[in-house]
């Protein structure tokens, strides 16, 4: 037995099931959402999306960075995105420590992680505005494209819109 036999099992009882082949890897409603790794968060269900919908980019804090703004930039002119969503979330483990949290938390473990930068979230409202205002103004993505922000809150499911 090994650590994912659960997994491969699970697999074979959804590919029983599968339906979505005829999917052509567009996103069908022309929508990438920018959002957290985090488990609580279904981001499909959470907007009324199905599979096909929108392209999904997930990382820790849902922040825009460079890798972020790439895999943009190829939705935007490769798979069919036109609008932009970047949801952050309530009770987000980036928000509770700040990069010199981390190393000292890998230091413990004899894993110098100063070469890396991992974008914790002090402020999440402007580390939001931040984001926007890093895809708003990317020289790589059309000019005037809609982008939004919203927080979503893990307790009660729902979005609240940035103002900004």
Same mark, same amino acid.
């Given at each position: 037995?090994?650590?994912f036999?659960?997994?491969?099992?699970?697999?074979?009882? %959804?590919?029983?099931?599968f339906?979505?082949?005829?999917?052509?890897?567009?996103? *069908?409603? &022309?929508?990438a959402v920018?959002? /957290?790794? !985090?488990s609580?968060?279904?981001?499909?269900?959470?907007? &009324?999306l199905? @599979?096909?919908?929108?392209?999904?980019?997930r990382?820790?804090g849902?922040?825009? +960075?460079?890798?972020?703004?790439?895999?943009l930039?190829l939705? $935007?002119?490769?798979? &069919?995105?036109?609008?932009?969503?970047?949801? #952050?979330? =309530?009770? /987000?483990?980036?928000a509770?420590?700040?990069? #010199? !949290?981390?190393?000292?938390?890998t230091?413990?473990?004899g894993v110098? =992680?100063?070469s890396?930068? %991992?974008?914790? $979230?002090?402020d999440q409202?402007?580390?939001?505005?931040?984001?926007?205002?890093?895809?708003r +103004?990317?020289? %790589?993505? @059309?000019?005037?494209?809609?982008?939004a *922000?919203?927080?979503?809150d893990v307790?009660? &499911?729902?979005?609240? @819109?940035?103002a %900004?």
């Open positions: 037995m090994t650590s036999d659960d997994l491969y099992a699970a697999n074979a009882r %959804f590919a029983k099931k339906g979505n082949s005829g999917l052509t890897g567009r996103a *069908g409603r &022309g929508l920018v959002t /957290c790794m !985090d609580r968060i279904d981001p499909l269900g959470l907007l &009324g199905k @599979p096909g919908d929108a392209k999904i980019l990382n820790a849902a922040r825009v +960075t460079d890798d972020v703004l790439r895999t930039v939705a $935007v002119y490769l798979l &069919g995105v036109e609008r932009v969503l970047v949801m #952050p979330h =309530t009770d /987000c483990g980036m509770k420590v700040t990069d #010199p !949290d981390v190393y000292a938390l230091q413990e473990r110098d =992680t100063r890396l930068e %991992f974008h914790t $979230v002090p409202n402007e580390a939001l505005r931040h984001d926007l205002t890093r895809i +103004t990317s020289p %790589f993505l @059309p000019e005037g494209m809609p982008v *922000g919203a927080i979503y307790r009660t &499911g729902l979005l609240t @819109p940035a %900004f």
